[in-house]
């Protein structure tokens, strides 16, 4: 009865379209006072005993790296760089804005930061150089997308906090399967663009595009090379991508000012304000299954449902594709990955695999309707509708299930580095 109860309770606020926080408080109260010790101050008290963690530093670091990046002129460099280097061959400038896309996700780790920072750019440049608006709109709201898995990654970040799985070894792992995408992107990008070109390759131009643009190529050099060389911890490694994009909009590209750094100082709060609570009320509902030891639950429950690790992966992605219609990658990740990697572990499915194909598949899901975030940014940042925007990320869709299907049954793809 009382499960009738919270069911009907979840139900009535989705259908009010309540925040997430107010969905998750109520679900967390509830189980603590019906089925917990009945003390309702549990679900602060352990909420934020799980988030008085180190390892959560890096979240607040890189999205205010990311956005003092995208306020600033390192994004801009970038993009000159490699428009530089491939702008001459067919379909270049597609190539470009794929590659500047996967290189300003190895910093920045957002997906919309991404999507608004190389796109602001990069859209209106594909459209005056000949390139069709719908492969074009298409092509940055895929490229963006691989912020999402090329590290430092958020939302790998908090997967690693959720199942307590090593966030630098995530970290490594999503280098594979965001090569593998942004091959995807590239390739696509070639074949369909092949009549497209943009002059020959200007060596002059090259090393001015270098010259201007190396602070902001070292950018992923020192932060990549510092966690994978084991000089930084991923706290470390966040901690450096602040100072650096300080020093360098600040002092050398001087695009950005201190009342810049102030205003993208209050952007990143707000950000976090309505993160961290959603967070909290995540983890304690995490203490709570468990207490309860409702994973193990689980596990023996499914047991004689899924009995290979083949029906798993299948049934398991095709939950999580359906999710990301209806979910923000953020919220899943909380909700789902301490339920699921249990089960996933009991099927013989390496933690960091797992970790990484969610992560790829719910990367999918900003690109799904009715809830994918690219989506409803790309509409409102580049003055295009709905309906145009949906059918724009159709082919790219198709790439990244494909890519998906390979993660899956490849774990070598993503642990490769790591063995």
């Given at each position: 009865m009382a499960g009738l109860i919270l069911g009907g309770a979840v139900v009535s606020l989705l259908l009010l379209r309540q925040y997430l926080l107010v969905v998750l408080f109520v679900v967390a109260g509830f189980a603590w006072y019906v089925w917990g010790d009945g003390r309702l101050d549990n679900v602060v008290l352990d909420g934020w005993d799980a988030l008085n963690q180190d390892v959560l530093?890096?979240?607040p670091l890189y999205l205010l790296a990311g956005a003092i990046m995208a306020e600033g002129g390192i994004a801009s460099r970038l993009i000159r760089v490699m428009r530089?280097?491939?702008?001459p061959i067919p379909g270049g400038l597609a190539v470009a804005t794929a590659l500047s896309c996967g290189l300003f996700s190895a910093i920045v780790g957002s997906s919309t930061v991404t999507l608004l920072a190389i796109g602001s750019v990069m859209y209106p440049a594909l459209l005056a150089a000949g390139y069709k608006r719908s492969f074009a709109l298409g092509l940055i709201c895929a490229g963006s997308t691989l912020g999402i898995i090329i590290p430092p990654s958020i939302p790998l970040i908090l997967y690693g906090v959720m199942t307590q799985t090593s966030i630098a070894d995530l970290f490594l792992a999503g280098v594979g399967p965001g090569l593998l995408l942004l091959g995807f992107?590239?390739?696509?990008?070639?074949?369909?663009?092949w009549r497209l070109r943009l002059g020959s390759w200007s060596g002059t131009e090259f090393f001015d595009s270098l010259k201007d643009g190396i602070w902001a190529l070292l950018m992923p050099?020192?932060?990549?090379?510092?966690i994978y060389s084991g000089q930084f911890t991923a706290t470390e490694s966040a901690a450096v991508a602040v100072v650096y994009a300080i020093v360098i909009e600040l002092f050398v590209y001087r695009q950005l000012d201190l009342r810049g750094m102030v205003r993208v100082g209050t952007d990143t709060t707000r950000l976090l304000g309505g993160l961290f609570p959603v967070?909290?009320?995540a983890l304690s509902l995490n203490?709570?299954?468990a207490f309860q030891q409702v994973p193990g639950m689980m596990v023996a429950l499914l047991g004689d449902v899924i009995t290979t690790k083949t029906s798993f992966i299948l049934i398991t992605n095709a939950l999580l594709l359906v999710v990301g219609l209806l979910m923000d990658i953020g919220s899943a990740i909380l909700i789902l990955s301490p339920i699921l990697q249990p089960l996933a572990q009991a099927q013989g499915i390496d933690p960091v695999h797992f970790g990484i194909m969610m992560t790829v598949n719910l990367e999918i899901g900003y690109l799904t309707p009715p809830m994918g975030l690219n989506i409803i940014v790309a509409m409102t940042a580049f003055r295009e509708s709905f309906g145009f925007v949906c059918r724009a990320?159709?082919?790219f869709l198709a790439l990244m299930v494909v890519a998906l299907a390979i993660v899956a049954f490849w774990p070598s793809l993503s642990l490769f580095l790591l063995q």
């Amino acid at each position: 009865m009382a499960g009738l109860i919270l069911g009907g309770a979840v139900v009535s606020l989705l259908l009010l379209r309540q925040y997430l926080l107010v969905v998750l408080f109520v679900v967390a109260g509830f189980a603590w006072y019906v089925w917990g010790d009945g003390r309702l101050d549990n679900v602060v008290l352990d909420g934020w005993d799980a988030l008085n963690q180190d390892v959560l530093l890096p979240i607040p670091l890189y999205l205010l790296a990311g956005a003092i990046m995208a306020e600033g002129g390192i994004a801009s460099r970038l993009i000159r760089v490699m428009r530089a280097i491939v702008g001459p061959i067919p379909g270049g400038l597609a190539v470009a804005t794929a590659l500047s896309c996967g290189l300003f996700s190895a910093i920045v780790g957002s997906s919309t930061v991404t999507l608004l920072a190389i796109g602001s750019v990069m859209y209106p440049a594909l459209l005056a150089a000949g390139y069709k608006r719908s492969f074009a709109l298409g092509l940055i709201c895929a490229g963006s997308t691989l912020g999402i898995i090329i590290p430092p990654s958020i939302p790998l970040i908090l997967y690693g906090v959720m199942t307590q799985t090593s966030i630098a070894d995530l970290f490594l792992a999503g280098v594979g399967p965001g090569l593998l995408l942004l091959g995807f992107f590239t390739a696509y990008s070639v074949a369909m663009n092949w009549r497209l070109r943009l002059g020959s390759w200007s060596g002059t131009e090259f090393f001015d595009s270098l010259k201007d643009g190396i602070w902001a190529l070292l950018m992923p050099v020192i932060i990549l090379g510092g966690i994978y060389s084991g000089q930084f911890t991923a706290t470390e490694s966040a901690a450096v991508a602040v100072v650096y994009a300080i020093v360098i909009e600040l002092f050398v590209y001087r695009q950005l000012d201190l009342r810049g750094m102030v205003r993208v100082g209050t952007d990143t709060t707000r950000l976090l304000g309505g993160l961290f609570p959603v967070l909290l009320m995540a983890l304690s509902l995490n203490k709570f299954l468990a207490f309860q030891q409702v994973p193990g639950m689980m596990v023996a429950l499914l047991g004689d449902v899924i009995t290979t690790k083949t029906s798993f992966i299948l049934i398991t992605n095709a939950l999580l594709l359906v999710v990301g219609l209806l979910m923000d990658i953020g919220s899943a990740i909380l909700i789902l990955s301490p339920i699921l990697q249990p089960l996933a572990q009991a099927q013989g499915i390496d933690p960091v695999h797992f970790g990484i194909m969610m992560t790829v598949n719910l990367e999918i899901g900003y690109l799904t309707p009715p809830m994918g975030l690219n989506i409803i940014v790309a509409m409102t940042a580049f003055r295009e509708s709905f309906g145009f925007v949906c059918r724009a990320v159709v082919p790219f869709l198709a790439l990244m299930v494909v890519a998906l299907a390979i993660v899956a049954f490849w774990p070598s793809l993503s642990l490769f580095l790591l063995q």
